[in-house]
């Protein structure tokens, strides 16, 4: 098997003296689901800034992507960030854009064509049940729907990985499980799929790899596909 994420001893420090991080170290193969827990303030945010090069280790070092992030030069940033898409918890939609023109946006910032453009943006919101919403504002529709588009849009640049950092934090929690269980259709198509979450009741419903997180270290790391 193929690593898309590799930790390999990574501490972070911040400039406040606060250690967010000590001696990481994880694999996640290609194709994998993955959930990380932990309690508020275990560094969970951290590791996954450091999987986006938000921010870099202090040691260590962080494999994403045929990327290292620890020797990336800045100007690869962006092609890099373009390999991984990513859901956030307070959606990040642009309010006065569409649901189609969302979702569209994240592949004007690439160079394809206008013409798969117009191809793409209507498969994506149709594998996601929004068709009926294209031409909605998110301010219009509901926050589960909202976080459907923000997966459209993650989804819609054909990712490797996608990183959802607490995506069913500020829904309904019976439709916590739609979302996991579009990651999960997602996922079985191929594509690597990390998520951070809360909620046990989630975390224990499907049977996935488990990482936790405390006080900056790997506490646990159980289930998933035997390697
Ligand atoms: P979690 O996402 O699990 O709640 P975080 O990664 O946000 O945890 O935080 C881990 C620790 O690092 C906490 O003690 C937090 O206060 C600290 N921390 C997070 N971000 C910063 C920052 N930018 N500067 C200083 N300390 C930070």
């Not at 990183?163 to 499980?177: K, Q």
């Amino acid at each position: 098997m193929e690593a898309i994420i590799t930790f390999k001893d990574v501490s972070k420090t911040y400039e406040s003296g606060t250690h967010a991080l000590h001696h990481v170290s994880l694999h996640v193969e290609k194709g994998e689901f993955v959930f990380i827990v932990g309690p508020s303030g275990a560094g969970k945010s951290t590791l996954i800034k450091m999987l986006l090069r938000e921010e870099t280790p202090t040691k260590g070092t962080v494999l994403v992507n045929g990327y290292n992030l620890c020797t990336m030069k800045r100007r690869h940033i962006p092609a890099f960030r373009r390999t991984i898409g990513v859901v956030f918890q307070d959606f990040r939609l642009i309010p006065t854009m569409t649901v189609y023109e969302n979702v569209a946006f994240a592949l004007q910032v690439t160079n394809v064509s206008s013409k798969y453009i117009r191809r793409r943006v209507p498969y994506i919101l149709d594998l996601l049940g929004l068709a009926k919403k294209a031409r909605s504002y998110p301010p219009e529709i509901s926050g589960g729907e909202q976080q459907r588009v923000a997966l459209a849009r993650a989804l819609v640049n054909n990712p490797a990985l996608i990183i959802a950092d607490e995506p069913t934090g500020n829904i309904d929690p019976e439709l916590s499980y739609e979302i996991v269980e579009l990651l999960n259709e997602i996922n079985r198509c191929g594509t690597t799929i990390v998520m951070v979450t809360h909620e046990h009741g989630l975390v224990s419903h499907f049977d996935h790899r488990v990482i936790g997180i405390e006080k900056g270290r790997v506490i646990l790391d159980k289930g998933g596909k035997p390697q």
